[in-house]
């Protein structure tokens, strides 16, 4: 009965999200009060609606009912409580009500703080919420329903996927639609105003906390991700540029580009028509992450449900969002430029560099992506893209922004001299030097790269120390920092971490693969791992072979490391639990291969990857500094409805 | 205009393409693309083995039994998925299963194997790639099963399920039997 309670949820979800795509848009065009605001209450409704939904189907995983297929499918009565939580999303259909779930959230969010807003500009903003809603139920609902039942009753389930068995896999996926999702707030603003037509510095204002706070989940996502694929693949690696993890990282780029364009819109008026596109992109490439993971049309290790009629769906659905909206920027867009003209050298050219080396980026990736389809549609022949194309591009396309960064926050709107910033930046750029050369020949086992990647984060970060210095030093005009420089730096100072991170993980990681005896020691970097054995156990839903390993320094035991290899009682899929020993400046990570005859002996894996977590730090500096823009006082300040841009 | 229009114009060509990747995934079915070399004798290959590299295998060593031909690569993550089923096919005894790691490095290759396990009988090294093409493979994973006298009977593009090996690959086995 409960599982049919959550299906009628999800169509009562379904009619309140046309109610909302149509009601208050009609009254917005056709001046009705009254039409405009039933917004507010609808959206409200339309959480709840979702909320029980999705609470139907998570109480059916915690009670076990395998009656329903999706949960005969992914979990099994060995499931332990709190991954019965996680398995919801843990295939298609789930996922997708996460996803339901996530932009009711956001919608009933705008819904509640908007008090500023016109009431006409909030009916439209969440009417077009409201058909992005639409899509989405409606794609659950006809193709990949979660609650359809199991006649007759399944007696046991199949299992969730070990992969996901993880507790990465709890916040991962729910930041990463959070920051997806949230860029629809973005997206149904910029309609919005293409509607209204009135594509001033107003919309642009209201929507750039919603784009901060999404982006900065986004990047939390991704980070959260990729830290989760490099302790749970057993790989040692931490980016890809697998098309699922590209399918991210594209909206994150267009995202970044969209917050510098909306600063530039907001506070001098250029840059109109770009912005409205950019932030029509950034969606439009979340549903286009969404086709690609969930079409089967690029096979990938996240693909994990690939159904053509889905497929179709998605992409009518996509046409429809994207290139309806982009129809209605063609009609619409700002005829010519209307803002503040700006000199060649200024900051409003620094952050055009930005945008456009972003864009080209994404490009990049997009067409990397895609590029095998499109050799496959046009019959061209066999050509593989992998890590070297994307490696080499990006690096090419990145060099130039990391030096570009410290320029932008250093020059003025409108014209500058580039001997100021120069002046400003040279002892900086003269230190960032002498660093990379005493990291070229002091640095422990470093190399070339080693000293660029201390170039680089020198550079970055004195540069923003500079920004922040100059902050410190201005008298009497205006605040000395207001939540949007401080949310910057703190971005920009995340830029230089992870470069450091990523150079120098890449230039002195070591790993070694090496059969051991029970008792035999190996030297790596100083550290030395000595291998106890290996036990078997058994555990909850899985058979496991438990390694133990000593590793000390000089004698001094540092740790005790467990890495596991396990097999899982349903599938018999066997997974490799590597084990880690992080601290800021290294991780000791040691994998499990194969048992290698019997006595005992196994083939391990042993790494050390100096500063590895730096990658992760610098995320996380990135993701702090967009939540902490978002606390700017002057997106708090009513704006009245001649305000000028 | 044209300026405006541009976007959309981009996004329609996008909208071709992945619409034509739809349909080409739905004709497709099950992934089994009938391949050109179907019925047909396996292409000449003459290709080193992995661990002694001064070895090479060539199309007529083969002969003589029935192999399952694995395209794989340790830099291809859905041949991870693929390899648990790989490893019980090699395991029953039904099968000679031969590696061919595609455009790979040798020590990657040896240490994914040491890492995961190594189900093949033998390992052959196509590490430019070029071989591939006579064999019209376009990606990894992909299977190959050649009968005894060296045709091609089966092909699978992409990673082999439990489903997959039930419903298509055994049956393929028993009328090689």
Same mark, same amino acid.
């Given at each position: 009965m409960l599982p049919e309670l959550g299906l009628a949820s999800l169509a009562l979800a379904l009619m309140l999200a046309l109610a909302l795509a149509s009601l208050p848009l009609a009254g917005a065009q056709f001046g009705r009060p009254l039409w405009m605001a039933t917004a507010r209450p609808l959206a409200y409704a339309l959480l709840i609606a979702v909320v029980v939904s999705y609470g139907l189907l998570t109480w059916a995983f915690v009670a076990q009912d395998f009656s329903v297929e999706y949960v005969a499918r992914n979990s099994n009565s060995l499931l332990p409580l709190h991954y019965r939580f996680t398995a919801v999303w843990s295939a298609h259909e789930g996922s997708l009500l996460l996803w339901i779930l996530i932009l009711a959230f956001w919608t009933a969010l705008v819904a509640r703080f908007s008090r500023s807003l016109p009431a006409p500009v909030l009916a439209r903003v969440l009417s077009v919420l409201g058909k992005v809603a639409v899509g989405f139920l409606a794609f659950i609902l006809f193709t990949s329903n979660p609650f359809t039942r199991l006649l007759p009753e399944? #007696?046991?389930g199949h299992d969730m996927n070990p992969l996901l068995q993880d507790p990465g896999m709890i916040f991962h996926p729910p930041l990463l639609y959070t920051g997806y999702v949230g860029f629809a707030v973005a997206f149904a603003f910029a309609v919005a105003a293409l509607l209204d037509g009135r594509m001033d510095a107003r919309w642009v204002r209201w929507s750039r906390p919603w784009t901060n706070v999404a982006w900065a989940f986004l990047t939390l996502g991704i980070a959260l991700g990729s830290f989760w694929a490099y302790y749970e693949l057993g790989w040692g690696g931490w980016w890809f540029w697998d098309p699922v993890e590209n399918a991210s990282f594209m909206p994150w780029l267009v995202g970044a580009a969209l917050l510098h364009s909306q600063a530039v819109t907001e506070k001098r008026g250029s840059f109109r028509g770009w912005t409205l596109l950019l932030a029509i992109a950034a969606f439009s490439l979340s549903l286009l992450g969404t086709f690609l993971v969930r079409s089967g049309v690029i096979t990938s290790v996240h693909a994990f449900a690939s159904d053509p009629g889905r497929g179709l769906f998605i992409l009518a659905f996509l046409g429809i969002v994207i290139g309806g909206s982009l129809a209605l920027y063609a009609l619409r867009a700002p005829r010519g430029e209307t803002g503040k003209p700006f000199a060649p050298v200024s900051r409003e050219t620094f952050l055009l560099l930005n945008n456009l080396l972003l864009s080209a980026a994404t490009a990049m990736i997009l067409l990397g992506t895609l590029y095998p389809l499109l050799a496959e549609a046009l019959d061209l022949g066999k050509i593989s893209v992998g890590p070297p194309y994307f490696g080499l591009l990006f690096t090419i396309l990145m060099v130039p922004l990391v030096l570009l960064v410290p320029f932008g926050p250093l020059s003025r709107w409108q014209r500058e001299q !580039?001997?100021? +910033?120069?002046? %400003? !930046? #040279? +002892? %900086?750029?003269?230190?960032?030097?002498? #660093?990379?050369? !005493?990291a070229w020949f002091a640095w422990p086992n470093g190399t070339g790269k080693t000293a660029f990647g201390i170039l680089g984060a020198a550079w970055v970060a004195g540069g923003t120390l500079r920004f922040v210095w100059n902050r410190l030093r201005s008298g009497s005009r205006g605040p000395r920092f207001t939540a949007e420089m401080v949310g910057m730096s703190?971005?920009?100072?995340?830029?230089?971490?992870?470069?450091?991170g990523v150079l120098l993980t890449e230039s002195t990681s070591i790993e070694r693969d090496v059969a051991a005896a029970p008792g035999t020691s190996f030297e790596l970097r100083g550290y030395t791992f000595e291998f106890r054995g290996a036990e078997h156990y058994q555990g909850p839903n899985y058979q496991a072979d438990r390694g133990t390993i000593v590793v000390s320094r000089d004698g001094r035991p540092i740790t005790t490391m467990h890495p596991e290899k396990r097999a899982y009682a349903s599938g018999g899929q066997v997974m490799t639990e590597a084990a880690l020993d992080g601290a800021l400046h290294r991780d000791l990570y040691v994998a499990m291969g194969e048992p290698l005859d019997g006595s005992g002996s196994w083939a391990l894996r042993l790494y050390?990857? +100096? %500063?590895?977590?730096?990658? %992760?730090?610098?995320? !996380?500096?990135?993701a702090l500094g967009g939540f902490v823009v978002t606390f700017d006082r002057r997106f708090r300040r009513p704006l009245?409805?001649?305000?000028p841009a | 205009m044209i300026k405006r229009l541009l976007p959309l114009l981009v996004f329609i060509a996008l909208a071709v393409l992945l619409g034509a990747g739809v349909l080409m995934n739905a004709g497709r079915d099950t992934k089994a693309i009938p391949s050109p070399l179907l019925g047909k004798p396996a292409p000449d290959f003459a290709l080193p083995v992995l661990d002694e590299p001064e070895r090479v295998v060539s199309k007529a060593d083969l002969l003589g039994q029935p192999y399952l031909l694995n395209v794989w690569g340790s830099w291809c993550p859905a041949c991870r998925d693929e390899h648990p089923v790989i490893t019980d096919l090699a395991r029953s005894g039904r099968i000679r299963v031969i590696g061919y790691d595609y455009k790979d490095e040798a020590d990657e290759a040896r240490r994914w194997l040491a890492q995961f396990g190594n189900p093949y009988a033998l390992v052959i090294v196509d590490a430019d790639g070029r071989a591939a093409l006579d064999w019209g493979i376009y990606g990894a994973p992909e299977t190959f099963l050649v009968d005894a006298g060296g045709m091609v009977r089966w092909k699978f593009v992409g990673p082999l399920t439990p489903e997959v090996v039930q419903e298509q690959l055994?049956?393929?086995?028993?009328?090689?039997?």
């Open positions: 399944a #007696a046991e !580039l001997g100021q +910033p120069l002046r %400003w !930046l #040279a +002892p %900086w750029a003269g230190l960032a030097v002498l #660093a990379a050369v !005493l703190l971005a920009h100072f995340g830029i230089a971490v992870f470069v450091a050390v990857k +100096p %500063w590895i977590r730096l990658i %992760w730090l610098g995320g !996380l500096l990135m009245g409805e001649g305000t | 055994l049956p393929q086995l028993e009328a090689l039997e």
